[in-house]
């Protein structure tokens, strides 16, 4: 795994495959180029920091929001894009990921894939001369969207510095089955804050994150209740809860309320609580909530576009 | 519903959901602009007037002829493009039309849109603080359709103002399902034409666009019979007949080859005559009239890139 | 068939449909160009070329190594791009290729056609004003393909000229049903290479092929013995081997192990052999044998790049 640092020649020519590649200072580091990014949109749109670059979108799954988030990350810095998906590949006449990675650094600059299997990330990165972004690689990683997440704390909280100790996450659903919050959990550990791990009995955060992130200190408190936790939230991270993912009906029926947020759920909470969900919701969050101040769920999107604006332009050695 | 006027400003950041929108004077200074695309097109191909702007072109129906015209007319532009689709989109993940534009308007400046359920757009628009345009929402509008016609009748005519008075359109075919048409009809009605429909008694034009231009005093002439109006008609506007949507097989069969325009029928026609169809035909038109002087649908699509492109530069304030 | 020459004006505006248009003095002057494209990118990854031009790249079949590389090739030239593919395009409305055609005209400036059905490319340009480029027409032409064949010859035996005089050629595999390899046979003949042709008995080179060199002097072998002729190959073009192309299933077992490329049969090879191979491969070439410096395949992918970056910008007139 490759070592990325606080300089833009230690994130040239580099992959992104997992957030155990970031840590405190990088992260800083990148959101220093985010935030610049940021301006930048706001100021003109866009301009040619990737004038003369390729980026090739691959999409072994079909995913609106981060592909389109890429895309125009890519396209507001002038540089151009390249789709390819599931339909459209030659993975259909039987290549290989590897001989696909050969062949899309033949033309690109840059390689974005999002891939069903555990491990595509990697495998294409090791196929390729050129730097690979991991945008999910099934129940593996994901991590811009740690990145995008973690992001969204820093500005919604109007953080000067990247200072989170002592604050309180609270993430909310299936935590057994999200790759985003595993990957946003060790992320988080850098940034000495809480944990509170909210689920059903059978949807638990994995132990092997607890216990890694108990060896390095971090508090985490795991309930099924959320009212316990709730006042104290400084950030309320929402994921989606399948009916199918419980082992009984009657266990789904128990705790299915207490995880839909709603105007009510919100008048116990700080008023300047944090409210995210990595999108799409289907019904855990009310759409009467979407008004709140602390609804930053589509902000979070907006965010994501100049994380991956100053990745992209990192790995290129053009920040 | 927004208000558009005769200044970039009552243009910019507006949505186009329907030709209700549309007066004699907005469509003037509309066309005006696009006057100005098409010279600027014809002189070096495209400028860098949106750059710096992406347009999100989402179409949860397929439609080769009006998503390519859009992209192009960004593309020319200097903006760039980031494609939605059915296939790709959350919306399969249960995702609302709300949230997904909620979503997109994140990322991009502008959202073009082609839904197959009437209302849906003016749905987006509300979900979104960025222009929607409407590129067709099941049997309800398709403004930029019934825009390219009128830009074509203009231009074909050869018109130095938008005047005109005391012009016959006829209309052909299916007059009941096409929104084409109906958005046409309402369009053309401010500039006091002359309308004749010409259907099967089962395809006739709905009833309450016929009572709504009556009311304000467009002459309107209904009919099975195109012989009976094509010699006085300046404009020969073709649909698709299909045979599906007749009552019965033999009132299918008595009028079908009325409705197919040959060499033949245009020897009855003026030679100043505008043949115009939306197109995709199948063969309501002989491929043998395609060298005709009169036919103008092929032109039609190039009219419609000029408006396309003026509409994207007005709402984006750019023009 | 319209003849390219050996200036730009020569291939402004022009289509290229078959090898049929190509000899030695338009190949060469093509490659001259590709080389500028080739140090063009090296140097800073693209340019402003055809800034204000737009390629329809019209795909009714899947490919996404000849998409992307054209794609790619238009994007490095400032150039943008409108795909179009088969689930998207109103053919499925029973549109005809003709009419797809005359509309693509009004937006793009060229049109890039793979298309399953033989002489579809011709039908393409016949209809269109604008230029066509034949990516692919079922059994029919592939000429870019051959070219990109050529080319990376001409570059990976490092020739200051494009002289292959002497040169043996070994093609490989199915020589019966491969479009590519008829493609590259005729292109070939103009500079006077030796060809072998390795197949089983029943994939051999087509008789009209083998008659129509013969005819201009080509020395030609047919074999089903890839050893008999490795020693002495400068070029080894490798060509998948479908089962199910077999007459039986002995003979397929009898013959494929001989026609899949390990690094014990390079041990027999010219230490300068060139090994290539259209891609996708399924196993005709072992991976071990991608480390092998004779292994050219992958470069193969990238000279394509710059032979359609060459192609577009002739025919647009912006060389």
Redesign the interface.
Known sequence: MEKLGTTIGSWTGKDLLSTEQLNAENVKYLFQVADHMKEMVAR????DTL????M?NV?FE????T???F??AM??LGG?V????E????S????TL???M???E????VTVLRHPTKGAAATAAAASRKPVLNAGDGVGEHPTQALLDLYTIYKEAKLSEMNLTGKVITMVGDLKNGRTVHSLAKLLAHFKVTLNYVSPESLKMPSYIVDELNAIGIKQKETSNLESVLASSDVLYITRVQKERFDTVAEYEAVKDSFIITSTTLTKAKSTMILMHP????NEIA?EV?NDPRAAY??Q??Y??YVRMAILALVLGKA
Chains 1, 2, 3 share one sequence.
């Not at 004038?51 to 390729?54: A, C, N, P, S, Y």
């Not at 390249?82 to 998906?85: G, K, T």
């Open positions: 003109q749109g866009g301009d004038k003369g670059k390729v090739a999409f079909p995913s609106t929001r592909s389109c988030s895309q125009t396209l507001r151009a390249v789709c390819v998906n339909s459209s590949s030659s259909q006449k039987g290549e590897h001989d696909t050969r062949c899309l033949c033309y690109g600059d999108l799409p919701r289907v759409v979407d589509f902000r999107m907006e994501g576009m």
